[in-house]
């Protein structure tokens, strides 16, 4: 796998675990407030770390780490992610996939093949204002619905999850995203925040007394809807 980036130890990626992040190189979208702009325009121009070297902590802290996250980019682009995954269940460990949701096809490959146990999938805005957000001029939203409601029937926990940009998102888009993830399991909503990997540095966040207003907005719908990342 082209592997651009590892974190060895993180309390928050996985939930509930103490876990390890891969970051994989590429992406099938160039959303403009994207944290990891270099994993999107530039991953091959960075250093590749080792699958090896990645093994070799997975062995040596078997017992303290129970889990790895493997995001992006997007990983369902990496041909070899099965391989990867496959070694990963070998050494015991649970594996969590982040994704945006465009190759519904993969997530239920891995899923059949019991090579994820969560999934975590960015919502990137409404389904009428998701070109908007996504920094492509079209796409097929059918492909988008597909992974929503496969990863909601599969079986396995899941969580999906939206960074809420001001110029980007209204109330009138979480009113729909609402009516779209209606009684899901888990739906978070995450501030955007500037940062030197940021595409587009245009973007502001909202204060967290309008972030907590959309979640009142969405709690009809989704009972399990929270702010996460935000003091």
Not at 25 to 49: E, K, M, R, S, T
Request: net charge negative.
């Amino acid at each position: 796998m082209q592997i651009n980036g590892f974190n060895k130890t993180t309390l928050l990626d996985y939930p509930g675990h103490v876990a390890c992040t891969v970051f994989t190189g590429g992406c099938n979208f160039c959303c403009p407030f994207c944290q990891n702009g270099d994993l999107v325009l530039h991953a091959g121009q960075l250093p590749q770390i080792p699958e090896e070297e990645i093994f070799q902590v997975l062995r040596k802290r078997q017992g303290i780490l129970t889990g790895i996250c493997v995001t992006g980019g997007e990983p369902t682009l990496q041909p070899d992610l099965d391989i990867f995954l496959s070694r990963v269940k070998e050494l015991g460990y649970l594996v969590k996939l982040d994704s945006n949701g465009y190759r519904p096809e993969v997530l239920e490959s891995l899923c059949g093949r019991k090579l994820v146990d969560y999934f975590a999938m960015d919502i990137k805005s409404s389904p009428e204002n998701y070109t908007k957000t996504i920094g492509l001029p079209a796409l097929d939203m059918g492909r988008i619905r597909a992974s929503v409601d496969f990863i909601r029937s599969c079986g396995l926990p899941y969580e999906f999850r939206t960074t809420v940009v001001k110029e980007l998102h209204s109330a009138r888009d979480f009113i729909s995203i609402g009516e779209w993830l209606k009684g899901c399991e888990a739906y978070f909503l995450q501030s955007y925040a500037e940062s030197d990997g940021v595409i587009c540095k245009q973007f502001s966040a909202y204060e967290k007394p309008e972030l907590e207003e959309f979640i009142r907005i969405l709690k009809p719908y989704i009972d399990n809807v929270n702010l996460r990342g935000v003091d």
